[in-house]
């Protein structure tokens, strides 16, 4: 497991990011996307149809993306983590602190998003803020409840994918670090290199 200074050994062309809801997993992937010339799919859009119903087409395009030559993505979703995971060639785990910096981010874009009522993905806002307390699945309450699942995960996956080089990055300040050091080395250095 690499940390945020250690260099990247090529040129990422399909990158997912790990984090708990909050940690910044879609600014990332989207940065990083932007960076290596990657394009960026949201998981969730994928996922999530009207009604937050799951789309029955998520897996087959899930598949379809993840076949393709370049791509970013969050690491979610039990039943795609695999699929992606067979494809990617870097991971990048946010394992930030959870009450000082994850589940602030995460209190203030869930209550901004709803007082804007933000649509999410396909026609979808979030709910009432007071479902916090009735809904075991809302989003604040599973990143309560999931927060130390990655922790466990990612040493997994990467036991069992060696292809996959994985960086863990600890705080906001390893982040632009990792992005401005490293990555930017790895795009600049290799920039032919596909």
């Known amino acids: 497991m690499l940390r945020h200074d250690d260099p990247l ?9 790990a984090g708990v809801s909050g940690a910044g997993k879609t600014t990332l992937a989207r940065r990083v996307g932007s960076l290596v010339g990657a394009p ?4 969730d859009a994928l996922f999530h149809g009207p009604g937050w119903v799951p789309r029955t087409e998520f897996l087959d395009d899930v598949r379809a993306f993840a076949a393709q030559d370049a791509w970013t993505t969050e690491w979610q979703y039990s039943e795609a983590r695999p699929i992606l995971a067979a ?8 394992d930030l ?8 981010r995460l209190l203030r874009r869930t209550v901004g998003r709803r007082v804007r009522r933000e649509e999410l993905w396909n026609g979808n806002v979030e709910p009432p803020l007071w479902t916090v307390l009735t809904d075991r699945e809302h989003v ?3 990143a309560v409840h999931t927060r130390g699942k ?12 060696p292809h ?15 992005v401005d050091g490293p990555l930017r080395a790895a795009v600049g250095s290799r920039a032919g290199d596909h």
Do not use: C, K, M, Y
């Open 140 to 142: 604040v309450r599973w």
């Open 40 to 43: 960026h799919t949201e998981i």
């Open 87 to 94: 494809r990617a060639d870097l991971l990048v785990w946010l």
């Open 97 to 104: 602190p959870f009450t000082t910096v994850t589940l602030p």
């Open 9 to 17: 050994p090529r040129r990422p062309r399909r990158v997912l990011v």
């Open 150 to 161: 990655l922790r466990v995960r990612v040493p997994q996956l990467e036991e069992h994918a």
């Open 164 to 178: 996959l080089v994985v960086v863990r990055l600890r705080s906001p300040r390893e982040v632009t670090r990792w």
